[in-house]
C-alpha cells in the first residue's frame, strides 16, 4: 500500500520487534516471506515482506473479531485456497462495498481513454534474416557484413528480394520469399517492430537491423492502420477496469481504517487520515 514505511533492519542485523495489536511478527518469517517481493535491493524486499505480514495479520485479526468463518474455493485449474486466504477474502468481500460503475462513467472513460481501445495495426511484411548470436563476434560482424552486401544489391535491383531471401535467409520464411504473412503489436523483437513502423508500403528498410537473432533486411509490403473501436464493444472492458479500481481504492482505504484503529510497532503503515479517508 503506498505511504508505508518499514523501520526494520535488514537481515543479519539486530531487528526491530514488529507486532500487530501485541502479536509479534518473528523476524524468521519476515525473511521466509521476502522470496514473494523482487526487489532491487534486500531493504526493499525485506520492508515489503514485513509490511505484507502485518497487513495479513491484521485482517485475520479483524476476521476473527467479526467471527469469518474459512469457506476455501478452488480455481479453475484445481488449486485451492488456504484457509487464512479464504478467511481474508471472505473478510473483504463482506466489509468492502464496491459500487457497480454506471455507463456514463464507463462512457466518460472511453471518450477520455479512445486510444486504449484501438484495434492493433496489422503489417504485412518480408525480411531476410543473417543468423548470427551476438555473443559470437566474429560471426556477428560476418553477419552484418553480409547483411549489407545484400542490401546494396536489393536498392540496385528490388525485384529480387525475394530470390535473395531464398538464397540468404536462415529463417523458415526464407522458402516462401522471406514473407513474414501477417504481424501485430508483440509479435517480434521490439528493433524489429520499431524499423517496421517506420516503413512506408513497398519501402525497403535503409540499413539492417540488429537484434538478438542477427541481422534483418526489412521489407514493408503493406499495412493496415488500426481502428478504434466502438464502445458496443468494449463496454464490458470498460466497466471491469474501472470496477477493478475502485476495488483497490476501497480495500486500501479499508486497510487504512483497519490500521488507524490498531497498534501497530516497529512499522509505520499510512491510516485513515493519511489516505483522507473520513
Not at 484495434?119 to 553477419?143: G, M, R
Amino acid at each position: 500500500m503506498s505511504g508505508c514505511a518499514v523501520h526494520t533492519q535488514l537481515p543479519g542485523g539486530k531487528p526491530v520487534a514488529v507486532s500487530v495489536n501485541g502479536v509479534a511478527i518473528v523476524r524468521e518469517t519476515i525473511v521466509r516471506e521476502m522470496q514473494h517481493h523482487a526487489a532491487a535491493k534486500p531493504i526493499a524486499a525485506w520492508q515489503q515482506a514485513a509490511r505484507a505480514l502485518v497487513i495479513r495479520e491484521l485482517l485475520l485479526q479483524e476476521a476473527r473479531r467479526l467471527a469469518v468463518a474459512p469457506q476455501p474455493i478452488s480455481d479453475a485449474e484445481g488449486r485451492r485456497e488456504t484457509d487464512e486466504e479464504a478467511t481474508i477474502r471472505q473478510l473483504i468481500e463482506r466489509e468492502v462495498v464496491v459500487p457497480e460503475p454506471d455507463d456514463e462513467s464507463c462512457r466518460r472513460y472511453y471518450e477520455q481513454n479512445r486510444a486504449r481501445f484501438r484495434s492493433l495495426d496489422i503489417y504485412q511484411a518480408s525480411h531476410i534474416l543473417f543468423a548470427a548470436l551476438p555473443l559470437d563476434k566474429e560471426a556477428y560482424a560476418q553477419a552484418r557484413a553480409d547483411a549489407a552486401a545484400v542490401l546494396a544489391t536489393l536498392r540496385d535491383n528490388p525485384d529480387s528480394f525475394e530470390a535473395m531471401a531464398k538464397a540468404y535467409s536462415r529463417c523458415p520464411s526464407g522458402s516462401q520469399g522471406g514473407n513474414l504473412g501477417q504481424i501485430t503489436t508483440g509479435q517480434t523483437t521490439p528493433e524489429f517492430e520499431q524499423a517496421l513502423t517506420k516503413l512506408a508500403a513497398g519501402e525497403l528498410g535503409a540499413e539492417p537491423v540488429a537484434t538478438r537473432y542477427g541481422f534483418h533486411i526489412i521489407r514493408l509490403e503493406r499495412k493496415i492502420d488500426g481502428q478504434t473501436l466502438p464502445y458496443e464493444l468494449v463496454a464490458e472492458r470498460v466497466a471491469g477496469y474501472l470496477r477493478e479500481s475502485v476495488r483497490r481504492r476501497a480495500n486500501a482505504q479499508y486497510i487504512a481504517r483497519l490500521v488507524s484503529a490498531a497498534r501497530i510497532e516497529g512499522i509505520e503503515l499510512a491510516g485513515a487520515s493519511e489516505m483522507r479517508v473520513h
